[in-house]
């Protein structure tokens, strides 16, 4: 009798643990299936929107979070402010990205004139040596600001996105910067190119106002210049200069003739 109690016992034991051990299975699975980052929703969510009510400038901006990802919706006054929005959510723990559908609602200024404000803006950024080797030029519609060309290091590409960014009127940034091949070649052609047109007595001028270089881009042994010239003799000495180089596999020269373009070219 008390081996029959026994076996009884120990079969419901069984059948017991055998409960617990798949409601555990379940509640495992039920994890698995769901995606890891979204179990901080509910932390990101209240960090983030307390972060932005903080500032002042994101009073109009709400922000959603979903699977770890935030969403950020609303206005504000400059391009800028949107970027620094994006930063602040991206740096809360456990956010795996950021959506940024920020509206810029600041004044609506018409583009030519936004383009003429962006490059005396733009044009004394980039003093000295490195202002001779870089090139950048801005294009402007419906406030979306295009900026082509490129840059030795840059830094001068930075410095001129946050003038850009901090423009009143400005809407979006395209980035259409190519950063130069880092090259010993390069750099040697580079310095020969800067003496043979700088040392040229034509050409000598160009080297004293820091804004209106003539800009010598320099990618794989090829020679682009850039700039704007105040003669079409200026310009052919120039590219007669450029031509002449020791190790230079190609010139272009894009000089202007003191003419006005669609882009403002820096």
Known sequence: MTSNKSMTSNKSFRRLAGSFLAVGLLSIALVAQTPAASRYDNQIQPTVTHKLAAKSQFGDVKASVEDGIVTLTGTVDLYQRKLDAAKLARKTANVQGVRNLITVAGPNVPDAQLAEKLA???????????????????????????????????????????????????????????????????????????????????????????????????????????????????????????????????????????????????
Do not use: C, W
């Open 120 to 266: 005396t803006k733009l044009r004394y950024v980039r003093e000295g040596y490195d202002s001779t080797f870089d090139y950048f030029a801005l294009g402007v519609k419906d406030g979306v600001v295009t900026v082509e060309g490129q840059d030795r290091t840059g830094v001068g590409r930075d410095e001129a996105f946050a003038d850009i960014a901090n423009m009143a009127g400005v809407k979006d940034v395209v980035d259409n910067i190519s950063i130069e091949p880092v090259s010993i070649f390069d750099d040697g052609l580079r310095l020969r190119a800067l003496r043979a047109i700088y040392r040229d007595p034509v050409l000598s001028k160009y080297a004293l106002d820091p804004g209106r270089p003539i800009r010598i881009i320099v990618a794989n042994g090829h020679v682009t210049l850039y700039g704007t010239v105040d003669s079409t003799l200026d310009k052919q000495v120039a590219g007669l200069k450029a031509n002449q180089l020791f190790g230079a596999f190609s010139v272009d020269n894009k000089l202007q003739v003191e003419s006005k373009s669609s882009q403002q070219g820096m």
